[in-house]
């Protein structure tokens, strides 16, 4: 499995479970699926330590990835955006497919990290800022998963295992969530499937068991029809589209200084499912909640 930090394969995010990943997300939003080749991606790192009765422990730095969903899309052949604010260019995206061939998703200066994304380098991990101010608006949350190599999320292996995480919660606030957690991504983020040439590298592949409409890119495709804007984002960067990213998901810690949460939400499915109708996402707004492939609830600790 794998991790991922979030709130967000299992691979680990920092939020992820099928081969488990963690992840640690704070409160958070912004796909595209060619990779870049305006900036220059260059990763924050978290050092990982593995103890055996034999061998004792050993410690390794992991580099870790912003999911895709943050980063700067645009055309493959110039700078102009492919989306902007809570918009998409319908000129080059109005079709799923040619959208994710016309777009690149673009890599991340160590300067970026932490200026835009709030993505700050310490000792042996991360420090995940909320909001963040910068010169092209304003960035809320981040989600970041741990790399195995440079093209691969690492993959968690915790059946008959013990995994423990260090986690300052002194500025996680009544009403904040910061996440750890795993879900059932693959490990080289579905590169390879439709024309997602991106991979794991720029942040791609990401499900969870709340099936999530605003996911940009789902099986190399742009998630673009019947796109329609949240009008509860007050920072105008979100919205939501016609098919939802569905996954078993490992709640290992959803929390704030105040209080937390462990969870585990179980699916009918099996890795990445793209859902394409109320009733098999399971959508709130129509009233499906309780039957769709996923458990949302879960059974909460």
């Given at each position: 499995k794998h991790i991922s930090i979030r709130k967000h394969p299992?691979?680990?995010?920092?939020?992820?479970?099928?081969?488990?990943?963690?992840?640690?997300?704070?409160?958070s939003h912004i796909a595209a699926q060619q990779p870049g080749t305006l900036e220059t991606e260059q990763k924050p790192t978290i050092t990982l330590k593995e103890c055996t009765l034999a061998g004792g422990c050993t410690s390794r730095q992991a580099k870790l990835t912003?999911?895709?969903?943050?980063?700067?899309?645009?055309?493959?052949?110039?700078?102009?955006?492919?989306y902007t604010g809570n918009q998409w260019d319908m000129g080059k995206c109005s079709d799923p497919a040619q959208c994710a061939q016309n777009c690149a998703l673009e890599g991340?200066?160590?300067?970026?990290?932490?200026?835009?994304?709030?993505?700050?380098?310490?000792?042996?991990?991360?420090?995940?800022?909320?909001?963040?101010?910068?010169?092209?608006?304003?960035?809320?949350?981040?989600?970041l998963y741990v790399m195995e190599d440079d093209?691969?999320?690492?993959?968690f292996h915790l059946k008959n295992r013990k995994f423990s995480f260090e986690v300052d919660v002194s500025e996680l606030y009544c009403g904040m969530n910061g996440a750890m957690y795993f879900t059932e991504m693959q490990a080289n983020g579905g590169k390879g499937i439709g024309s997602n040439d991106a991979g794991a590298k720029y942040g791609?592949?990401?499900?969870?068991?709340?099936?999530?409409?605003?996911?940009?890119?789902?099986?190399g495709e742009a998630n673009t029809i019947d796109w329609k804007p949240n009008p509860k984002d007050q920072s105008n960067n979100m919205g939501a589209r016609k098919?939802?990213?569905?996954?078993?998901?490992?709640?290992?810690?959803e929390a704030n200084s105040m209080a937390s949460a462990f969870t585990p939400h179980t699916?009918?499915?099996?890795?990445?499912?793209?859902?394409?109708?109320?009733?098999?996402?399971?959508d709130?707004?129509?009233?499906?909640?309780?039957?769709?492939?996923?458990?949302?609830?879960g059974y909460d600790i």
């Open positions: 299992l691979n680990m995010n920092i939020r992820a479970l099928s081969k488990l990943l963690p992840a640690l997300l704070f409160p912003l999911d895709a969903n943050w980063r700067w899309i645009h055309e493959t052949d110039g700078y102009q955006n492919c991340v200066t160590k300067q970026n990290y932490e200026n835009t994304y709030g993505v700050k380098q310490v000792q042996d991990g991360v420090r995940l800022n909320f909001v963040t101010e910068h010169q092209y608006g304003t960035n809320v949350g981040s989600r093209e691969n999320y690492a993959m791609t592949g990401y499900c969870d068991a709340q099936c999530p409409h605003d996911i940009k890119f789902i099986d098919y939802g990213a569905c996954c078993a998901e490992m709640d290992i810690w699916c009918s499915t099996e890795k990445l499912f793209r859902c394409s109708d109320p009733v098999e996402c399971g709130n707004d129509s009233g499906n909640r309780y039957d769709g492939v996923c458990d949302k609830d």
